[in-house]
């Protein structure tokens, strides 16, 4: 029996003692857990109406906690809201509480996606409570139907300097809500917890101080990882988790370990058995499929979300030994590791190399150790490999003197590399012993904050200036950053009145304040810019060529950066740069000038730059946020690339997940922000290829969260992500690439005329890559050979192939669907090539090869002929 299913059957949870008890019997009975006495005074501290605030180490039951939280205020009637860092745990803890609640009782919303957003029980991102925080006065009001408990996870997040501003507003603004803020690292908050009664009247029980279930023991390891690593697997001391801060690093660890035994033959076995016909694609596929089947695993944010999920369900039945991967396994991921190993008690920040901080190294370390199935857990940290080198060369010596040689001088110690900032064991020593460091406050202003402290209603300017107040002087800043937060909250009031954003009138000897125009739903939540997009999607001429393509760079211009992508760009732009300029004869210090100007593909630049100028007149607040014209999705089209073709055109095999996810940011974006009367037939093509080329790679970026928007399939997800079970394939359920035909037809227009364009640039090279025989393109492959022979008679009779937009209209490709073709599981084709004359009389003959096109997720094409047409 789930909680829903109890409160369905209770007819009145009379008291506070009555609901801790029901859930303590609860977790007895169908969780097998005892309550530990941290979980005990926390669960009954909520009960009683306290807030709570809950720092206790990692493995200690948190989500219990919070679990129990939940129950207390659905039992009592009331509105409760779990907040976390990151969508993916959110979207985690949502289908734990549906299968513990039912879906009926719980609901999601992230900036992606909204399901059932007035339940009892709303999970979501901690950006989305914070500003429907600002917005909704009240929020926190009961009988609004607004949130009066609120459980925020991961906690420390409040001192991240980017979004820490989102932790800290719905404690100075929802002063009727109860709070549980939960984190194994959050240092001393005693005065956070004194503001925080201070702020809701209420109680605020400190939780903390607890010991861990599963103690930890730390050592200092002056060896290379794979001896330690030997030395874990055979003492049994596995899963060892080989932390990174670096992903290049940890996949090259993996590799490094593969020639170790890590698992046996029954253990081999086993993983193949669990891995079944999981697809795994060309190029970093290929290196984790080896691994996996060897017991190794890599981790890290770059990978596919297919891929790391199989790393962590592999991992969840114990099949893997080792895995090696970035911090990122910190955010809450729930993998059992028996021991982690540190790689480097350093990391680069994005400015400089520093050493870990407290916070940092025990939200690592946290992870080691699993209640339920270790009586402890490892902490190793390795020395740094100039260190690990010296005491080999030490150890030789020694043995050597031991043994009455003669040692000479000896090798001359190896020095760290220049630069280097080191570690030692005594650092590592000051780290297990230091607190967290204590939580630093990062609120800033914006103009979307003051908009929407404005944009409550009409609102008299004392309410609004109390409501900023309170968010400027009641944060925990220091005094100068608040007068300064002051100056800069005053500065956008002042814009915004000039600017007619806001208009200000008498009433009574009052001043009231009122927005002129209508904040659009979420406006600072999610892909803020698309009515910018909208805007300037008029600008455009529904009858240029590039209209579809322009369209695609528009809406391309108010994502994110996907910097891997970007720097691969320009690091092929300027090489191509400096080719040309070297055949141009230009010098050297000319050259270094050039280039300095170019940079990655910006279509629309100058038109956008001046759009935009135009538009944050009208709306101010839009200069919260940054354009970004670039081109990855139009880049694909031009260049008549796949997905596998753009990681290896660019090198990014390595962060391939990120390039997933910039594709299906993407393409929801185009999705939902272009209206129908916006789209013409080529845009709508292109729109469905994204899609579809998204979900061939992996379903679960679209399908999914599609599928969330109808609440009668949140059931069968539920069912699907806690689908894991001890036994059977984890390979993900396959979607057919012909589910989608025109989707596929754009693919295999693409596919096609890739071939046209390497064959105008007589680029035998990529040709012979296409259609050689390692591209099963059937026997013997039309390999480099027959190309050559093939365009030397096309270049006989005309100087060029065209490749402009006439090259690639529809009429110059003929798709055979027909009864016989599909009998034969194929489609046939011929791309007709354009020549400068207008003859039209050669092209491209062949065939699709359906079912390996099913297998690769991406058209099987077969060239059988280039040459004169024939009738």
Excluded at 86 to 103: H, N, Q, R, Y
Aim: glycine residues 8%; proline residues 4%.
């Amino acid at each position: 029996m789930n909680l829903g299913q109890i409160l369905d059957g209770a007819t009145e949870i009379a008291s506070a003692d009555e609901a801790y008890a029901v859930f303590e019997e609860w977790a007895w009975e169908q969780r097998g857990l005892r309550l530990y006495p941290a979980q005990e005074e926390a669960v009954l501290g909520i009960a009683l109406g306290s807030n709570v605030i809950l720092a206790t180490p990692t493995g200690t039951g948190k989500s219990l906690v919070a679990l129990g939280a939940h129950f207390v205020a659905v039992a009592e009637g009331r509105r409760t809201v779990y907040t976390a860092p990151i969508k993916a745990l959110v979207s985690e803890k949502f289908f734990d509480l549906v299968s513990v609640f039912g879906a009926e009782r719980v609901g999601m919303v992230t900036g992606d996606t909204s399901i059932n957003p007035d339940a009892p029980i709303l999970c979501c991102t901690a950006e989305i409570l914070a500003n429907q925080a600002i917005r909704d006065k009240d929020v926190d009001n009961p009988d609004a139907g607004g949130i009066t408990q609120v459980i925020m996870d991961e906690f420390h997040y409040y001192a991240d300097p980017e979004r820490g501003w989102a932790w800290q507003v719905p404690l100075l603004l929802m002063h009727d809500a109860q709070f549980l803020l939960m984190s194994a690292t959050l240092g001393d908050v005693t005065e956070l917890a004194a503001d925080l009664s201070d702020a809701t009247g209420r109680d605020t029980a400190l939780v903390t101080g607890v010991e861990r279930p599963v103690p930890l023991h730390f050592s200092y390891a002056v060896a290379p990882a794979h001896e330690v690593v030997e030395r874990l697997v055979e003492e049994h001391r596995t899963p060892a988790y080989l932390v990174h801060f670096n992903q290049s690093h940890a996949v090259e660890q993996a590799q490094a370990l593969a020639s170790i035994r890590v698992v046996d033959r029954a253990g081999r076995d086993a993983i193949a058995e669990a891995i079944g016909d999981f697809r795994f694609s060309t190029g970093f596929g290929q290196t984790l499929s080896r691994l996996v089947r060897a017991g190794i695993g890599v981790h890290h944010a770059g990978m596919l979300p297919r891929y790391r999920r199989l790393v962590e369900q592999l991992a969840q039945r114990g099949l893997l030994k080792v895995i090696c991967g970035t911090d990122t396994l910190g955010v809450g991921i729930n993998v059992p590791i028996r021991t982690v190993v540190i790689t480097a008690l350093t990391k680069f920040d994005g400015e400089k190399m520093r050493r870990l901080s407290a916070r940092e190294f025990h939200q690592i370390a946290g992870r080691a150790g699993r209640a339920g199935f270790d009586t402890e857990g490892d902490v190793i940290a390795l020395a740094p490999e100039h260190e690990v080198e010296n005491a080999k060369q030490s150890a030789k010596a020694q043995a050597k003197a031991a043994a009455g040689k003669k040692i000479g001088k000896g090798p001359k110690k190896k020095a760290p590399p220049q630069g280097f900032v080191g570690w030692s064991e005594q650092t590592l020593d000051k780290l297990v012993a230091s607190e967290p460091e204590p939580l630093v406050s990062r609120m800033r202003v914006t103009h979307s904050m003051v908009l929407g402290v404005i944009g409550r209603g009409e609102e008299w300017e004392g309410e609004a200036l109390n409501t900023m107040q309170m968010l400027i002087f009641d944060s925990h800043e220091p005094r100068a950053a608040q007068f300064a937060h002051a100056r800069t909250a005053l500065g956008i009031f002042r814009t915004l009145r000039s600017g007619g954003i806001v208009e200000v009138r008498e009433v009574n000897g009052q001043r009231l304040l009122r927005l002129t125009v209508e904040l659009q739903a979420n406006f600072a939540l999610n892909q803020p810019l698309s009515p910018f997009a909208l805007a300037a999607i008029e600008l455009l001429d529904p009858e240029s060529e590039s209209y579809a393509l322009d369209v695609i760079s528009i809406i391309e211009s108010t994502l994110e950066d996907p910097r891997a992508i970007l720097r691969a760009q320009e690091h092929r732009a300027r090489g191509e740069a400096v080719a040309a300029m070297k055949a141009e004869g230009i010098e050297y210090d000319e050259r270094m000038e050039l280039l300095e100007e170019v940079t990655h593909p910006q279509p629309l630049k100058e038109l956008l730059g001046e759009a935009y100028e135009a538009y944050a007149k009208e709306v101010p607040w839009a200069r919260d946020y940054e354009l970004r014209p670039k081109s990855v999705v139009r880049d694909m089209v031009e260049r008549a690339f796949g997905f596998r073709d753009l990681v290896s055109f660019y090198q990014l095999g390595r962060a391939e997940g990120g390039v997933l996810r910039y594709l299906s940011d993407a393409f929801r974006a185009l999705e939902r922000t272009v209206p129908e009367q916006s789209r013409n037939d080529e845009l709508e093509e292109l729109i469905d290829w994204l899609g579809e080329l998204v979900r061939q790679v992996d379903s679960s970026l679209v399908d999914e969260w599609a599928a969330l928007a109808d609440p009668a399939a949140v059931g069968q997800l539920e069912e699907r992500a806690h689908s894991d079970e001890i036994e059977g394939s984890l390979a993900p359920p396959s979607r057919s690439l012909l589910a989608n035909e025109r989707a596929f037809t754009v693919m295999v227009r693409n596919a096609l005329f890739r071939r046209v364009q390497a064959a105008a640039f007589e680029r035998y090279d990529e040709l012979a890559e296409l259609d050689g025989p390692s591209a099963g393109s059937g026997t013997g492959g039309f390999g480099e050979k027959r190309w050559r022979e093939a365009l030397d008679g096309y270049f006989t009779e005309y100087d060029e192939i065209g490749v402009g937009p006439d090259a690639r209209a529809s009429g110059l490709l003929e798709l055979d669907r027909g009864a016989d073709a599909l009998a034969a599981g194929e489609w046939r084709f011929r791309q007709v090539l354009l020549d400068p004359a207008g003859d039209r009389d050669w092209g491209i003959e062949g065939s699709i090869d359906l079912r390996a096109s099913e297998q690769l997720g991406e058209p099987a094409v077969r060239v059988e002929r280039v040459g004169p047409l024939r009738e």
